[in-house]
């Protein structure tokens, strides 16, 4: 198991002419006319987005929209701000509309793909963060987005790849030789893994992440010693980190290690790995005393379950080796935390996927159950975008 960073690049913006933004603001609610203009709405979007006032920012591009339908620039904005709260879809189609009125932009490109990760559309993020490298060859960002992307497929070949042409750009950011690390621990390469977390440690030795993933490999390689001072280091930098992280990360008895080279390896199945968790989910809540119901599930959701004249709609997730926080759809959290019926979380892990062909997945187990979830908008995590100066 790995703690991987948070899904592709993180987050940023930088908020153009703030000094002048803040000087036209003092006066724009004493002068209708001028606060209207679609130069002062988008100097207000940007404004309000730094105050973390996001769905108000919203607004403000979407007034400055009404007067300038084919302003590339401020559609690129607008998806910006709903990739804040999370609303993927709003946000893709925002970069879409910005790509149509300017395909030269790389960032829109890159912004898009990232949305589309965050919905699990790997195949149209890695179409577009390639458009993006043919656009601007020099971004390391969008090379270490893409290299998330083909990790999160499986495709460690390509994703290694991807963070090595990062690395070679920007040699001394932790992010590169950390998420080549994470790879090369994926792909059971444990003293290729070890040379980039030293990297990462040189490079930022207060990010706990890298001690953990470092002791991982460790542990894989039979080192006791040297994997336990890992962990004891970074749960000295963050006190969260559970102190039997080692036995969690093992690999599973029934899946070797590395798999002997004359063995097919059977590329993971999406889909039959859903299907197997929902299998290990009803089970849970049969056993649970629920009656899971058959037949449509309202979207967004897994599945549907009643327990007397309870009812509850259910989302299922797959909580894969190395991941640290769970990923949702921006229709997930908005039904959750909007729906009439209750809504309960079900978290799944440890499921085996064999080396050879046979059965897709197998084992698994309920790590989390939360009867009544409704996901905390202050623990959300806007990802993955990228806002050059100008």
């Known amino acids: ?215 991982t490999a460790y542990s894989r390689l039979g080192d006791a010693q040297r994997a336990q001072a890992d962990i004891e280091k970074a749960r000295h930098l963050d006190p969260t980190i559970p102190a039997n992280i080692l036995a969690q990360s093992a690999p599973s008895p029934s899946v070797p290690a590395a798999a002997p080279s004359e063995n097919h390896v059977v590329a993971p199945d999406s889909s039959a790995r859903r299907e197997h968790a929902l299998q290990v989910a009803t089970e849970f809540l049969k056993a649970k005393g629920f009656q899971v119901e058959s037949g449509t599930v309202p979207a967004p959701f897994d599945l549907v379950c009643a327990k007397g004249a309870r009812r509850l709609q259910v989302e299922v997730q797959v909580r894969a080796e190395g991941e640290s926080k769970l990923r949702f759809t921006s229709e997930q959290v908005e039904a959750a935390q909007h729906s009439n019926v209750p809504t309960s979380l079900i978290v799944v892990e440890d499921l085996v996927h064999p080396v050879a062909a046979g059965p897709p997945y197998s084992g698994g187990k309920v790590v989390d159950f939360v009867e009544i979830w409704k996901p905390d908008q202050q623990k959300l995590i806007p990802k993955i975008f990228e806002y050059p100066w100008h």
């Open 1 to 215: 198991m790995s703690v991987r960073q948070q899904a592709h690049a993180g987050l940023t913006r930088s908020f153009r002419s703030i000094g002048l933004c803040l000087a036209v603001c003092g006066a724009l609610w004493g002068c209708a006319a001028s606060s209207e203009s679609p130069e002062v709405l988008v100097e207000r979007g940007h404004l309000l987005e730094s105050r973390g006032q996001f769905r108000e920012a919203i607004d403000a591009y979407t007034k400055a929209l009404a007067q300038r339908p084919n302003d590339a620039t401020i559609f690129y904005d607008r998806g910006v701000a709903f990739g804040r709260l999370t609303q993927w879809k709003e946000a893709a189609d925002d970069y879409t509309r910005a790509i149509e009125l300017d395909p030269s932009a790389a960032r829109s490109f890159n912004n898009r793909a990232a949305a589309y990760a965050q919905q699990h559309q790997y195949d149209r993020a890695i179409a577009d963060f390639t458009k993006a490298i043919k656009l601007d060859p020099r971004g390391a960002l969008t090379f270490r987005n893409r290299g998330l992307a083909y990790h999160d497929i499986n495709d460690l070949p390509k994703a290694i790849e991807d963070f090595t042409v990062a690395i070679t750009m920007e040699p001394d950011a932790f992010d590169g030789p950390f998420e080549r690390g994470n790879a090369y621990l994926d792909a059971h390469e444990y003293k290729k893994a070890i040379v980039d977390f030293d990297r990462a440690i040189e490079l930022d030795p207060a990010r706990a992440a890298a001690y953990v993933n470092r002791g």
